[in-house]
Structure formats: structure tokens, C-alpha cells
């Protein structure tokens, strides 16, 4: 082998290093915060929390957004109630379906105080990203008095409703060219609510004139919202779902579109 050519395969190979190192320590400052607060299911078998939580690792958990935040140098905590402590602590905020009374006899709701001091601290450029749930499986009557600040609100509706392993009935692809979509063609969506959007508020995918996703740059922050909890272990890769299916890639853009609106503290 030439030298030239032995020259050429060392400079990729640490160019690819680099890069990876460079990604890595990128992000090494930045803290993601999932919410326990307002979803806080108790599983019943082991008296611990569980259901959307970096710790579940089982269909029911975001284990695996997990591995894919701290795969890019950040570092992932679990929330309690959020206040301006807590959240100046944090670089994205992460809530996902508050509970229900059917979830939670005693949920803890979304009030006027916790929507204030969010709201300020996006606007102060913190990052939030709310996956809510379909109609009968979320709590929107306090959730949406925060969407609202955010020119959002979800309806009580449940869209991209899925028979058994009929899969394709959750299939979204017609996709925008936007960053979440980047190199995607396919994802999966199931039991879905919409959106409303006003003001600056602007949707990412439509279907069928329904908003399925929303974002809205807010004051030096940013939001992104969508009905459903999404992109959890049971349909981020393919233990069930076909391998049409690319919702690794998609969450793997979106984390990179989130981190991309952090600013270091």
C-alpha cells in the first residue's frame, strides 16, 4: 500500500475521531431535565415510578432518548416540581404526558405559578420540548394554560389510531423538509392528539390539515410540541415496529435540534 494512500485512510480515521470528540465535548455542559412531577405514574408491582423516565428501561421508558442525549456528551436528571432553581439548573426541559386521575389519584397539575416561571425561563432562552398523549390519556385542561403561552393548545382527540400490529396505520410520509426529518422518509405515530397554533407558533407536520408537531422560537428559547409520547423504547427502534420505520433517526434530529437551540449557562 502507498504511502500516499496509508496518508489518506489515518487523516479519515481522525478526522472521524475528531469529529466524534468534538460532538461529544460540544454539548459536555448541557443538562436535560425530564419531568416527574407532573407524569408520575407509580408502578404497581414495585411501588416505583416508571413510565417515560430515563430510568425505565423496559417499553414503557425513555431509556434509549437517554442513551442518544448522553451518547452527545450531556449529562440527563430527573425532574421534581420545577422552579427557578431548579430550571436555571437545566438546559432542556422535557415534559411528557401529565397524568391523569385514572394515572395519578393525586396528579400533581400544572399551576399558575409553575406556568409563570417556565415561561419566563424559556423566554430567557431555555429550551422545552412537551410530548403530551391522545385524548383519553392526558391531562390538558392545566397543560394547555401553558401551551397557551406558547401560541399552542392540544385537543381532546385521538388521531393515527392503530389496530394490533397493523402498524401502517401510524405511518406518517409525507414529511417537510425540516431538521427532525433530515435523512427520515418513514416514522411511526401512534394515538395522536393535534394542535392549535397562533401567533409565532408554526407547525411542523400537517396531515389531512391537522398539526401533529409544532414549534415556536420564544423570546431567546424554544419549544417544540407534539401530542404523543412518541419516540419511547417500545417505538424508537425495531423491536416491534418494521424496519420501514425510522423514529431512531428522527429522535436522534431532534435531540440535535434541541441541543442546537441550548445556550451554555
Same mark, same amino acid.
Given at each position: =500500500? ?6 489518506? =485512510? ?5 478526522? *472521524? ?9 460540544? /454539548?459536555? !455542559? !448541557? ?6 412531577? /407532573? ?8 411501588? @416505583? ?48 404526558? +401529565? ?5 395519578? +389519584? ?10 409563570? #416561571? ?19 390519556? #392526558? ?7 401553558? =401551551? ?12 393515527? +389510531? ?6 401502517? =396505520? ?8 425540516? +431538521? ?5 422518509? @418513514? *416514522? ?11 401567533? &409565532? ?14 414549534? &415556536? ?15 419511547? &423504547? ?32
Amino acid at each position: =500500500m502507498g504511502k500516499s494512500k496509508v496518508f489518506k =485512510m489515518n487523516f479519515l480515521f481522525f478526522s *472521524i475521531i475528531l469529529s466524534v470528540f468534538i460532538e461529544h465535548n460540544l /454539548y459536555s !455542559q !448541557q443538562v436535560i431535565g425530564l419531568d416527574n412531577w /407532573y407524569n408520575h405514574e407509580i408502578n404497581a408491582k414495585t411501588g @416505583k415510578p416508571y413510565h417515560y423516565l430515563w430510568t425505565d428501561t423496559a417499553f414503557s421508558g425513555y431509556s434509549r432518548w437517554g442513551n442518544i442525549f448522553t451518547g452527545r456528551g450531556t449529562k440527563i436528571t430527573t425532574l421534581g416540581r420545577p422552579d427557578a432553581g431548579v430550571l436555571n439548573k437545566i438546559n432542556i426541559y422535557i415534559i411528557v404526558d +401529565p397524568d391523569t386521575t385514572t394515572e395519578n +389519584p393525586s396528579p400533581n397539575y400544572l399551576m399558575p405559578e409553575d406556568i409563570a #416561571c417556565i415561561k419566563r425561563w424559556v423566554e430567557d432562552g431555555g429550551v422545552i420540548a412537551i410530548l403530551a398523549n391522545d385524548g383519553p390519556n #392526558c391531562e390538558f385542561t392545566h397543560l394547555n394554560e401553558l =401551551m397557551k403561552q406558547f401560541g399552542m393548545t392540544f385537543n381532546h382527540v385521538t388521531l393515527h +389510531p392503530v389496530t394490533g400490529t397493523n402498524f401502517e =396505520m401510524g405511518a406518517s410520509t409525507n414529511l417537510p423538509d425540516h +431538521p427532525i426529518f433530515r435523512g427520515v422518509t @418513514k *416514522i411511526y405515530i401512534k394515538e395522536v392528539s393535534d394542535i392549535n397554533i397562533l401567533g &409565532n407558533a408554526k407547525s411542523i407536520l400537517t396531515e389531512k390539515g391537522k398539526v401533529l408537531m409544532a414549534e &415556536n422560537k420564544f423570546g431567546k428559547g424554544y419549544v417544540f410540541a407534539i401530542g404523543d409520547p412518541w419516540i419511547y &423504547n417500545e417505538y424508537i427502534d425495531h423491536d416491534r415496529l418494521p424496519e420501514s420505520f425510522e423514529n431512531r433517526k428522527a429522535a436522534e434530529n431532534l435531540t440535535d435540534l434541541l441541543l442546537g437551540y441550548t445556550k451554555k449557562k
